[in-house]
């Protein structure tokens, strides 16, 4: 069997065409939208994301703000640049860039971003909206994840999911994304404390593959026909990107997102997603905020 691939870069261009044109209605209205970044440090992974993210903003005529401090940067100076963004009106939504460095305090910096303002969704109010199934921006990467399977038909409604990873940008939050009455999946969330993680993996109809770590999802644990996302980045010497699913899987996967070009360009159009869907918000747009969920 060879899988079918779950093309993000198609699927994120198709999704961008059609914000595109969102962003002229909202501009004929008198409202520009527009996108902040914050990058602290010079993690050249990090780097290469928001430079990704702020040439997708020129595709579709967004605005952006890009704000960057070096890795030495104090705890004070993030949150001023935060405050800073919160205050600026021509900064519409943004994000602040994961990871930030060790000495800095992560959920201080995000507890600070204002929740009207969050293109990520990964404020605690709005994680807490996600909880109690209100409206609230959903976090980019497990919004791609589900777009992406959406796209190619791959079944949610009583899927079994096994989930691999537990941070803060995927694993903590796609179970709850895929347990809504509209995806309707049953999910296994494993981690590194999981005792039998070939034996959950073989349970799968669908995996998603976020630990981080390089081809931890070999071709014996899947379900022939099962769903495989690859959403874990690691990098060997050369800075080539290296996914957490051998590429052996791809044999006996039915679909499989490829590593890069799957979920990492959803990613980034889901946060193109969240800006626009905020600003028509802002705006009175009513249907954004439904459309959001
Ligand atoms: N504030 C956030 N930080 C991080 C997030 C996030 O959602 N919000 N997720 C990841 C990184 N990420 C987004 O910022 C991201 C990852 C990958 C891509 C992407 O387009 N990848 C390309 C390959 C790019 C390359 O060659 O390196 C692909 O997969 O085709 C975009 C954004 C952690 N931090």
Redesign the pocket.
């Known amino acids: 069997m060879t899988a079918q691939i779950l093309d993000?870069?198609a699927t994120a261009a198709a999704i961008k065409s059609e914000l595109a044109t969102r962003v002229q209605a909202l501009k004929g209205r008198g409202v520009a939208p527009g996108l902040g970044t914050l990058l602290v440090g010079d993690d050249p992974?990090?780097q290469?994301?928001?430079a990704?993210?702020h040439r997708d903003c020129a595709e579709i005529g967004i605005a952006s703000l890009q704000r960057e401090l070096p890795a030495t940067a104090t705890q004070e100076q993030v949150e001023a640049v935060v405050r800073e963004l919160n205050e600026d009106s021509a900064c519409t939504g943004y994000?602040?860039?994961?990871?930030l460095p060790r000495h800095i305090d992560e959920n201080r910096v995000l507890e600070l971003i204002d929740p009207a303002k969050d293109a990520?969704g990964?404020h605690p109010t709005n994680l807490g909206r996600l909880v109690l199934n209100e409206p609230a921006p959903l976090?980019?990467?497990p919004n791609g994840c589900i777009r992406l399977l959406r796209q190619f038909g791959v079944e949610l409604n009583g899927a079994h999911v096994v989930v691999v990873g537990r941070g803060v940008?995927?694993g903590r939050s796609l179970p709850l994304l895929l347990t809504r009455k509209s995806e309707n999946a049953t999910v296994t969330q494993c981690h590194t404390g999981t005792r039998d993680l070939a034996g959950q993996l073989r349970q799968a109809d669908i995996v998603v593959a976020a630990a981080g770590s390089p081809h931890l999802i070999k071709p014996v644990d899947v379900r022939p026909g099962a769903a495989v996302l690859d959403v874990g980045?690691s990098r060997d010497e050369r800075g080539k990107?290296v996914g957490d699913v051998h590429p052996g899987v791809a044999d006996v996967a039915g679909w499989l997102s490829?590593?890069?070009?799957?979920?990492?360009?959803m990613?980034?159009a889901m946060?193109l997603f969240n800006v626009v869907a905020a600003a028509e918000a802002a705006a009175g747009t009513g249907a954004a905020a439904s459309a959001a969920r």
């Open positions: 993000g870069r992974g990090s290469k994301y928001v990704g993210k994000i602040v860039q994961l990871p990520d990964l976090p980019c990467t940008t995927i980045v990107i490829p590593n890069p070009g799957g979920v990492g360009p990613t980034r946060l």
